[in-house]
């Protein structure tokens, strides 16, 4: 049917717009114009770590000169200082171990809740998990005190195993809250079908929820990786001496050390870089399957 309130030119209408008309799509502009707008917020994005890594290479005289542009010759002394004199290995041999433990928990628990939760009849389920979602909006901040004390009065202060539950305990709701959203897309018949041949929840769980949940697991384990390698507050707060402080914790102080010696410092942020970049390396494809698919296709 053709709106007659159209302006004619020649034998065309040009239909007008009306309130319920879309606005052209961005196609329009051309893959053109779409690569350079991506390309701007790529380059956004890696400059600032080119920025660091120019900055590691130089050597003081060379950056109290000019801040900016690239090294007149090429020095690795500030790796060596950050490694060494700063005491950057240890932490970072701290942080891993702290880190892939508390991973390795969080993991653990958040798949055998979001199983029972998504698969099974937990009495209260529906209540328990809508608390522990109401959890995910307190910020970690507001339990420093009561956290402080808690490990303190536990005897677990300065020590690896405080700073693993309290990072455990701290995530786990989210944690849960992935999984258990992950692991209701197994097909409820594939679950009873193994209950009607005679498995085990347990066994259920490990032969079925766990194969089919891979990438969410992976999505898991590498979010709260970053995270956890990047936490900073309670990592100063529950480890107080130097040879139990994290990589995050000593880049802190790695500043306020060598706070005229920008390289030294841009050197240690690098080192800092390196384990959640390899993490994100390996785990890239499950982590964008788990983000955008569900267990079963």
């Given at each position: 049917?053709?709106?007659?309130?159209?302006?004619?030119?020649?034998?065309?209408?040009?239909?007008?717009?009306?309130?319920?008309?879309?606005?052209?799509?961005?196609?329009?502009?051309?893959?053109?114009?779409?690569?350079?707008?991506?390309?701007?917020?790529?380059?956004?994005?890696?400059?600032?770590?080119?920025?660091?890594?120019?900055?590691?290479?130089?050597?003081?005289?060379?950056?109290?000169?000019?801040?900016?542009?690239?090294?007149?010759?090429?020095?690795?002394?500030?790796?060596?200082?950050?490694?060494?004199?700063?005491?950057?290995?240890?932490?970072?041999?701290?942080?891993?171990?702290?880190?892939?433990?508390?991973?390795?928990?969080?993991?653990?628990?958040?798949?055998?809740?979001?199983?029972?939760?998504?698969?099974?009849?937990?009495?209260?389920?529906?209540?328990?998990?809508?608390?522990?979602?109401?959890?995910?909006?307190?910020?970690?901040?507001?339990?420093?005190?009561?956290?402080?004390?808690?490990?303190?009065?536990?005897?677990?202060?300065?020590?690896?195993?405080?700073?693993?539950?309290?990072?455990?305990?701290?995530?786990?709701?989210?944690?849960?809250?992935?999984?258990?959203?992950?692991?209701?897309?197994?097909?409820?018949?594939?679950?009873?079908?193994?209950?009607?041949?005679?498995?085990?929840?347990?066994?259920?769980?490990?032969?079925?929820?766990?194969?089919?949940?891979?990438?969410?697991?992976?999505?898991?384990?590498?979010?709260?990786?970053?995270?956890?390698?990047?936490?900073?507050?309670?990592a100063l707060l529950l480890l107080q001496t130097d040879d139990k402080r994290t990589v995050m914790?000593?880049?802190?102080?790695?500043?306020?050390?060598?706070?005229?010696?920008?390289?030294?410092?841009?050197?240690?942020?690098?080192?800092?870089?390196?384990?959640?970049?390899?993490?994100?390396?390996?785990?890239?494809?499950?982590?964008?399957?788990?983000?955008?698919?569900?267990?079963?296709?």
């Amino acid at each position: 049917m053709v709106d007659h309130s159209a302006p004619i030119i020649g034998a065309r209408v040009v239909p007008s717009l009306g309130r319920g008309s879309r606005l052209p799509s961005l196609r329009v502009l051309g893959p053109g114009a779409i690569f350079v707008a991506l390309s701007a917020i790529a380059a956004s994005a890696i400059y600032p770590v080119i920025f660091i890594l120019v900055t590691a290479l130089r050597s003081d005289e060379d950056y109290g000169r000019s801040s900016i542009g690239l090294p007149r010759a090429v020095t690795l002394d500030n790796f060596k200082d950050a490694w060494n004199r700063a005491n950057l290995s240890t932490y970072a041999i701290n942080s891993v171990i702290v880190v892939t433990v508390a991973v390795v928990l969080l993991t653990t628990v958040a798949a055998l809740a979001g199983f029972a939760f998504a698969q099974l009849r937990v009495p209260f389920g529906r209540s328990l998990l809508g608390s522990m979602v109401a959890l995910m909006i307190v910020p970690p901040s507001v339990l420093m005190i009561p956290i402080f004390k808690l490990v303190s009065d536990l005897e677990l202060l300065n020590k690896y195993t405080g700073l693993v539950l309290v990072y455990a305990s701290l995530n786990l709701p989210f944690s849960v809250y992935l999984m258990t959203t992950y692991m209701r897309g197994i097909p409820f018949e594939i679950v009873d079908a193994a209950r009607v041949d005679g498995a085990s929840k347990f066994r259920t769980f490990i032969s079925i929820a766990l194969p089919l949940s891979r990438p969410g697991l992976a999505t898991l384990a590498t979010l709260n990786f970053l995270v956890l390698w990047n936490e900073l507050l309670f990592a100063l707060l529950l480890l107080q001496t130097d040879d139990k402080r994290t990589v995050m914790v000593g880049l802190s102080i790695l500043t306020g050390q060598y706070l005229t010696s920008v390289p030294v410092i841009a050197a240690g942020l690098l080192f800092s870089m390196i384990p959640p970049l390899l993490i994100f390396a390996l785990f890239q494809r499950d982590l964008v399957r788990g983000l955008t698919a569900g267990a079963v296709k």
